[in-house]
């Protein structure tokens, strides 16, 4: 007897894999459409369309040719801005180095500070290589989510832990992005009379901070809540998977259902250390923008810091939602904006070397320099010298 044709049957992969024992469990995304005797492939919808990221990616282009092409030229030459950089003298320009390096030091730490069985100096590589990937590349974000994962991982770290760190420190970033304008709103109201503009982008930041925090209170206190934010993270991880074109794909299904455990647990024991890492973080990285608009000869008189922090506080909040990779165009168009209002020309120019010079140090250096990073860590693990991970004691998932 013949038979019939073999019936193509959807497979879905069940959200929590506590219930899947641990060697049965699937390395592959998270849904797949399984035909028997054939391979496994992904469903036509997963396939990137390339109209929409050429569009994407057009859009972009044009945006940033637009605000270095048109934008700025049009507040002042870029002649006149490069010869206010070359008149700064090397002291002031050992204090914009040390800025920078102290900064990017902040941000290791802020690491560190989540994943404590990672050293200072793989935090430096994780840091690097993703931020060198996220200011260059469309989707910058989700590929570098798929390096951090993939330099990590090589250290020992597992799929829960990354989950957490990754929840974790992106929580006390958006916390720091909101927080920040009502902050600098009311520190900028002891120099000057803050703008309409800054009060509302500061009620607006309060008022997401709000909402965040209370979403993140109900994530740890609702399981059906975490059960579906467990499927979305399935979802955004298998997409940066292949993104990355990796063919093996990390497991996160359940990992967002013991989060809400060992995100206590974590909070409990290193909170006031991840709290005080993500705020020093951000104070660093003003710094380096104050720095830079001292040492092009901006006084306090004509910009105050209290000024420049509202600013930087200002567009942080603006580019929170990644337009172009980095914020790059925005965020230089931005802190002139606010910067440069109602100056002269000459602090004009001045305010626009300062913005350059900042987003020189902050968004072009790690780009080298995780180009560097990440050949170490493929090339030459050994200068790393990364330590394997101790067990974690007994009911302490927060310190694993």
């Given at each position: 007897?013949?038979?019939?044709?073999?019936?193509?049957?959807?497979?879905?992969?069940?959200?929590?894999?506590?219930?899947?024992?641990?060697?049965?469990?699937?390395?592959?995304?998270?849904?797949?459409?399984?035909?028997?005797?054939?391979?496994?492939?992904?469903?036509?919808?997963?396939?990137?369309?390339?109209?929409?990221?050429?569009?994407?990616?057009?859009?972009?282009?044009?945006?940033?040719?637009?605000?270095?092409?048109?934008?700025?030229?049009?507040?002042?030459?870029?002649?006149?801005?490069?010869?206010?950089?070359?008149?700064?003298?090397?002291?002031?320009?050992?204090?914009?180095?040390?800025?920078?390096?102290?900064?990017?030091?902040?941000?290791?730490?802020?690491?560190?500070?989540?994943?404590?069985?990672?050293?200072?100096?793989?935090?430096?590589?994780?840091?690097?290589?993703?931020?060198?990937?996220?200011?260059?590349?469309?989707?910058?974000?989700?590929?570098?989510?798929?390096?951090?994962?993939?330099?990590?991982?090589?250290?020992?770290?597992?799929?829960?832990?990354?989950?957490?760190?990754?929840?974790?420190?992106?929580?006390?970033?958006?916390?720091?992005?909101?927080?920040?304008?009502?902050?600098?709103?009311?520190?900028?109201?002891?120099?000057?009379?803050?703008?309409?503009?800054?009060?509302?982008?500061?009620?607006?930041?309060?008022?997401?901070?709000?909402?965040?925090?209370?979403?993140?209170?109900?994530?740890?206190?609702?399981?059906?809540?975490?059960?579906?934010?467990?499927?979305?993270?399935?979802?955004?991880?298998?997409?940066?998977w292949r993104l990355a074109r990796r063919r093996k794909t990390i497991q996160v299904a359940g990992s967002l259902l013991s989060f809400r455990e060992r995100a206590a647990d974590l909070l409990r024991a290193r909170g006031w250390r991840i709290t005080a890492a993500t705020a020093a973080s951000a104070l660093a990285l003003w710094l380096v923008?104050?720095?830079?608009?001292?040492?092009?000869?901006?006084?306090?008189?004509?910009?105050?810091?209290?000024?420049?922090?509202?600013?930087?506080?200002?567009?942080?909040?603006?580019?929170?939602?990644?337009?172009?990779?980095?914020?790059?165009?925005?965020?230089?168009?931005?802190?002139?904006?606010?910067?440069?209002?109602?100056?002269?020309?000459?602090?004009?120019?001045?305010?626009?070397?300062?913005?350059?010079?900042?987003?020189?140090?902050?968004?072009?250096?790690?780009?080298?320099?995780?180009?560097?990073?990440?050949?170490?860590?493929?090339?030459?693990?050994?200068?790393?010298?990364?330590?394997?991970?101790?067990?974690?004691?007994?009911?302490?998932?927060?310190?694993?």
């Amino acid at each position: 007897m013949t038979a019939g044709p073999r019936e193509v049957v959807p497979v879905p992969i069940p959200a929590p894999a506590a219930a899947i024992p641990a060697d049965l469990r699937l390395s592959q995304p998270a849904e797949l459409t399984c035909v028997a005797g054939t391979a496994a492939r992904p469903p036509p919808t997963a396939r990137p369309r390339r109209g929409r990221k050429a569009l994407r990616i057009a859009v972009t282009v044009v945006l940033i040719g637009a605000i270095f092409g048109f934008a700025l030229p049009h507040l002042a030459s870029y002649r006149s801005v490069w010869a206010t950089i070359e008149a700064m003298m090397w002291g002031q320009v050992l204090l914009l180095a040390a800025a920078a390096a102290a900064s990017m030091v902040t941000g290791w730490i802020a690491i560190c500070a989540v994943l404590p069985a990672v050293g200072l100096r793989e935090a430096a590589v994780v840091n690097l290589g993703s931020s060198a990937v996220a200011n260059t590349l469309p989707a910058g974000g989700a590929l570098a989510m798929g390096v951090s994962w993939a330099m990590l991982s090589s250290w020992g770290v597992s799929a829960a832990d990354y989950a957490l760190y990754t929840l974790v420190s992106g929580i006390w970033n958006v916390f720091a992005r909101l927080s920040l304008p009502a902050a600098a709103v009311l520190i900028l109201a002891t120099d000057s009379r803050p703008s309409a503009g800054l009060v509302a982008s500061a009620g607006a930041g309060l008022a997401l901070l709000v909402a965040a925090a209370a979403g993140f209170a109900l994530l740890l206190r609702s399981q059906s809540v975490a059960r579906r934010a467990d499927r979305g993270l399935q979802r955004v991880v298998a997409r940066c998977w292949r993104l990355a074109r990796r063919r093996k794909t990390i497991q996160v299904a359940g990992s967002l259902l013991s989060f809400r455990e060992r995100a206590a647990d974590l909070l409990r024991a290193r909170g006031w250390r991840i709290t005080a890492a993500t705020a020093a973080s951000a104070l660093a990285l003003w710094l380096v923008l104050l720095a830079c608009l001292r040492g092009t000869g901006l006084s306090q008189a004509q910009v105050s810091w209290q000024a420049s922090l509202a600013a930087f506080a200002f567009v942080r909040l603006l580019t929170v939602l990644p337009v172009t990779p980095g914020g790059l165009g925005v965020t230089e168009l931005g802190l002139v904006g606010i910067l440069a209002d109602g100056a002269s020309h000459l602090v004009t120019v001045q305010v626009i070397a300062a913005v350059l010079l900042f987003r020189a140090l902050t968004y072009l250096l790690p780009i080298p320099l995780g180009a560097v990073a990440a050949l170490a860590w493929q090339h030459a693990p050994a200068l790393l010298r990364a330590r394997p991970r101790p067990a974690p004691p007994p009911g302490s998932a927060g310190e694993s």
